[in-house]
């Protein structure tokens, strides 16, 4: 069964550097989405993506994140300056067809200190 | 905007017991409704999902839920759990279309004893 990917599986980073998550979402899906999670809470939207622009997005996705599709394959989230508080596990999911199911990756922890 | 509650945190069953874990939430509209498992160490998968029609849902593994519009309910139900189902369970909803983002729920934790 087709899956979603996620590399790294942990990143751990210094407070300000840049971080790039990258998610391969299953081929012949159209819809991309960026989730976190940060330990002990629930699972937060950041961002959705299709047609190659952003949709929809909540308050926590500010300036410091991005994302792009730069290759039609992958998916990226990029954190410009990472802070304490980005520390979480970071979820990418693709949905396709009518089914509108999201697909869920396993997930990038980030580890920022 | 929507949201989702789930009332148990933390549920320990013995093995054979019948579950049912609560989840209700805000939306005026038309809902989509969704339980996702995440066992341990893996990732989110879905259980079942509810757009239209019969309110009764089965999903995989012998779960069901029930949704019940005038209480604003989607309750999450096994007649008889096992060591397997040991594993983090969300409720999550989106609305009003299906390719909108997930709001989750805080998730229950379901702890199955043999």
């Known amino acids: 069964e087709p899956e979603v990917t996620q590399t790294p599986s942990h990143q751990v980073t210094q407070m300000g550097q840049e971080v790039i998550l990258r998610c391969v979402p299953i081929?012949?899906?159209?819809?991309f989405y960026w989730y976190r999670q940060i330990l002990g809470q629930k699972v937060e939207f950041l961002v959705s993506?299709?047609?190659?622009?952003?949709?929809?997005k909540s308050e926590i996705f500010d300036d410091q994140f991005s994302v792009e599709r730069p290759d039609g394959s992958n998916f990226t989230l990029k954190i410009r300056s990472t802070k304490l508080e980005d520390s979480a596990m970071y979820f990418c999911?693709?949905?396709?067809?009518?089914?509108?199911?999201?697909?869920f990756g396993p997930g990038t922890r980030l580890t920022v200190t | 905007a929507q949201s989702v509650s789930q009332h148990n945190h933390h549920v320990i069953l013995s093995e054979a017991a019948s579950l049912e874990l609560g989840c209700n939430y805000s939306?005026?509209?038309?809902?989509?409704l969704f339980w996702y498992v995440q066992y341990p160490g893996q990732h989110l998968q879905l259980l079942l999902k509810?757009?239209?029609?019969?309110?009764l849902v089965k999903g995989i593994k012998g779960f069901e839920a029930e949704f019940i519009k005038s209480k604003f309910s989607f309750n999450l139900r096994k007649p008889s759990v096992q060591w397997s189902d040991t594993a983090e369970y969300f409720c999550?909803?989106?609305?009003?279309?299906?390719?909108?983002?997930?709001?989750f729920g805080t998730g229950t934790k379901l702890q199955v004893i043999p």
């Open positions: 999911a693709s949905l396709g067809g009518r089914t509108y199911e999201q697909y």
């Open positions: 081929s012949n899906h159209l819809y």
């Open positions: 993506f299709y047609n190659n622009e952003i949709s929809e």
């Open positions: 939306y005026g509209g038309t809902v989509n």
């Open positions: 509810y757009f239209s029609g019969d309110p």
């Open positions: 999550a909803v989106n609305a009003p279309r299906g390719y909108q983002k997930v709001t």
